[in-house]
């Protein structure tokens, strides 16, 4: 359970990042709402982080929280803000995917 609600509080990380990203692209009371849904994802999400390290290692459950919210990020980036999607930049992704995982397998 708490690596589900590990990968809850990452994508609202992500939610959180995207909040940002459209609070930049508006203005007046548009903005405002991107902003209190910013302070609802972040709330949301460090309260999870919270509990969740409480059962798991820190450095484990922050490292695969950080890194479901880079992954998503950047893809939020590439699909919501036509932001490129080059070669390399899909390569570290990738690694970063598969470092999340390994530490999924290795954590007790």
Same mark, same amino acid.
């Given at each position: ?28 009371? #548009? ?6 849904? *910013?302070?609802?994802?972040?709330? @949301? ?5 919270? !509990? $969740? ?29 036509? #932001? ?6 899909? *390569?570290?992704?990738?690694?970063? @995917? ?5 530490? !999924? $397998?290795?954590?007790?």
């Amino acid at each position: 359970m708490n690596w589900i609600l590990l990968i809850i509080a990452g994508l609202f990380e992500v939610a959180f990042a995207a909040c940002l990203g459209k609070a930049k692209e508006t203005a007046g009371t #548009e903005s405002i709402y991107w902003y209190s849904g *910013f302070m609802l994802c972040l709330v @949301i999400s460090m309260s999870l982080l919270i !509990k $969740v390290t409480q059962q798991l290692p820190i450095g484990t459950a922050y490292a695969v929280w950080t890194g479901i919210g880079a992954v998503g990020t950047v893809l939020v980036g590439i699909f919501i803000f036509n #932001e490129p999607a080059t070669f390399w930049r899909l *390569f570290f992704i990738s690694t970063l @995917i598969f470092s999340i995982v390994g530490l !999924k $397998v290795v954590s007790h």
